[in-house]
């Protein structure tokens, strides 16, 4: 692909703006408080769309191209079923907690609600996490950008961390926050026009219709043996794998997302930004999935494009890139590229900024210093973010060295995260639940996940104990594995919470369900109300699916 | 506090003009007809005025 110096006035001006805005908010900045958690005063269709893009990363925007390619319509799956449910859950019944307990991260919530020692290894896990998937998507950024344009590796992840680094650091959640929503916007011109162009040339739906297997355009119809589909899937590990344990374990606990909507301006603002964020999460296939899907069209009929190929299919990962190359003329060739970026720093200022939060409230202040005062905890934020963005960077090298270190790590992450829904589910909706309770919960569930990779089988991969069943695809045997971590911690928090001593009531007010007043917000009006809003997007979510039954 | 919609309304109708202006003499890309800088540009700086716009209302209101 060449790029031509319009590309680059288009990608330099983004820049500029992204750093600008970094550089006008850094008066905003003077307490830890303001840099960390944005200061609580941040408007709701800001955080709506920072909490949506927070989560689209450049590996989700090639990644779910890929998949469409791949799986065809199926791919809606990991919106429609595994992420558009759990943001209407999140918002209508868990945010009160959250947000109504004053906590300032995800751990904080569980120190108030269980104990030190559940908070300190969700800490911990997610402090770690969050750097190494920051890093192997700088990776994977760079990588791309050597084969697609022949940038070096090296000033790839040097100035894309520089970038993210300058305007984090100035001005801390805001800056971020803010940037996510320009780079939101940018994703979505700069990726629509691509949608439309390719699948028009592929004949429109009716022909991608024509012109593909049945089960390419089909989400739901051969869901009913793993056989029948190319994603080796079944319904019920795809809903209650995909659609239950991993949806809800990511949008209802995962900080990185759940901090956007902390920085809300108040209760109502903070549970109306995961159903306002559903509403373009519900359209985001069609921006995303549906080029994937035109580009196996288009290679099929013969138009002169075809997707690369790699051994005896096609390298579906250049998919984007490629249709990119075809369709957009220099200048929005830069803009596409451009929203590539923007997509990549939106994910990298995500994980950066809920590190540093996490870093200096949870494990700083919780464990190394506690009694300091406010302007230490915001030297220390600052600094948190600079060392962040250089352990980053150290990841990404790491990635680029040992593949198979980094597969590793992801498919512990994998395990630790599985659990982690059960436990909030009991710490919010029942109030016998206890921190031994929790604590065992979340150790067994890790350990249920790994037993059942080392037991099962999956294209090659997992058995290392035994092999006493093989699931069709890993897909399969990942949702699989969350059910069974899942039930496990439900079943063990559950039963030594009843073995252990319960919390005082009086300790537990505004933190789980019974205990809470909910507010109700007479200022709302009917449309603004959490209920409303999940409702029509519940309906709207029903019509996408039988649109594309 | 900064308002958000002034710098992303200038960012788009920033990149809708420069769109717009080398749409008349650019090439096409290879498999489509459609003047694709024009149409994209166009909806760029009305993207953006439209923020400008709301930003400017706010900052009246």
Same mark, same amino acid.
């Given at each position: ?101 004053? =906590? ?23 402090? @770690? ?6 890093? @192997? ?19 790839? @992840? ?111 603002? =903070? ?6 964020? =559903? ?92 009694? /300091? ?19 980053? @960077?150290?990841? /990404? ?24 829904? /059960? ?25 249920? /996940? ?100 | ?61």
């Amino acid at each position: 692909m060449h790029l031509s110096a319009v590309d680059y006035v288009v990608l330099i001006l983004y820049f500029i703006f992204v750093i600008g805005i970094g550089w006008r908010l850094r008066k905003s900045v003077t307490t830890a408080g303001e840099f960390l958690t944005a200061g609580h005063h941040v408007p709701v269709w800001i955080t709506s769309l920072a909490f949506l893009a927070a989560n689209l990363g450049a590996q989700e925007v090639v990644g779910m191209a890929a998949s469409g390619a791949k799986y065809g319509i199926m791919t809606s799956h990991f919106y429609w079923v595994g992420a558009v449910p759990a943001m209407l859950f999140v918002g209508v019944f868990m945010m009160p907690f959250y947000y109504g307990s004053k =906590a300032r991260s995800v751990p904080e919530y569980l120190k108030m609600r269980f104990d030190e020692k559940t908070r300190g290894l969700n800490a911990i896990t997610f402090a @770690i996490m969050t750097l190494f998937s920051s890093g @192997i998507s700088m990776y994977a950024l760079a990588k791309m950008f050597n084969l697609v344009l022949g940038w070096n590796f090296n000033n790839s @992840i040097l100035l894309s961390g520089a970038i993210v680094l300058a305007y984090t650091y100035l001005g801390g959640l805001t800056s971020a926050i803010y940037n996510e929503v320009l780079q939101f916007f940018l994703i979505v011109l700069g990726f629509s026009p691509l949608a439309i162009l390719a699948v028009t040339r592929a004949g429109g739906w009716t022909g991608i219709q024509q012109r593909l297997p049945d089960v390419m355009t089909h989400a739901w119809k051969y869901v009913g043996h793993p056989e029948q589909n190319p994603m080796g899937v079944e319904a019920f590990g795809l809903i209650a794998g995909l659609g239950f344990v991993l949806s809800f374990g990511y949008w209802c606990t995962d900080f990185l997302v759940i901090q956007r909507a902390m920085a809300a301006d108040s209760m109502s603002a =903070a549970r109306r930004t995961p159903l306002l964020a =559903a509403f373009p999460k519900m359209i985001m296939p069609f921006i995303v999935i549906l080029p994937g899907i035109a580009a196996l069209a288009l290679t099929k009929m013969g138009s002169g494009y075809s997707l690369p190929p790699k051994g005896a299919g096609y390298d579906y990962d250049q998919a984007l890139t490629t249709l990119m190359a075809q369709f957009y003329p220099s200048g929005m060739l830069g803009v596409g590229l451009t929203a590539l970026m923007a997509s990549f720093m939106s994910g990298m200022a995500g994980n950066v900024t809920a590190f540093n939060t996490v870093f200096t409230y949870d494990i700083y202040q919780g464990y190394i210093r506690p009694n /300091a005062n406010d302007r230490h905890y915001l030297t220390v934020g600052r600094v948190t973010t600079v060392v962040g963005i250089g352990l980053s @960077i150290a990841t /990404a090298y790491v990635a680029a060295q040992f593949n198979d270190i980094m597969d590793f790590l992801q498919l512990v992450f994998g395990f630790v995260n599985a659990p982690l829904f /059960a436990t909030f589910l009991l710490g919010m909706f029942w109030k016998r639940a206890t921190g031994h309770g929790a604590f065992a919960g979340l150790l067994s569930g890790t350990a249920a /996940a790994a037993l059942t990779h080392g037991l099962t089988a999956a294209e090659g991969k997992g058995a290392w104990i035994a092999q006493i069943h093989s699931f069709p695809s890993q897909m399969a045997q990942n949702f699989w594995i969350a059910i069974f971590a899942w039930s496990t911690c439900f079943l063990v928090t559950v039963l030594v919470s009843l073995a252990t001593a319960p919390h005082a009531e009086s300790r537990l007010r505004g933190l789980v369900y019974g205990l809470t007043d909910v507010p109700h917000d007479a200022a709302a009006k009917w449309y603004q109300q959490p209920a409303t809003l999940a409702i029509v997007v519940a309906v709207a979510l029903v019509f996408l699916n039988l649109v594309f039954l | 506090m900064l308002d958000l919609r002034l710098p992303s309304g200038l960012f788009f109708a920033i990149i809708g003009v420069i769109l717009i202006a080398i749409s008349f003499t650019n090439p096409r890309a290879p498999m489509t007809d459609s003047n694709v800088d024009l149409y994209t540009g166009l909806v760029m700086l009305v993207f953006g005025g439209f923020l400008l716009l709301l930003a400017q209302r706010g900052r009246q209101a």
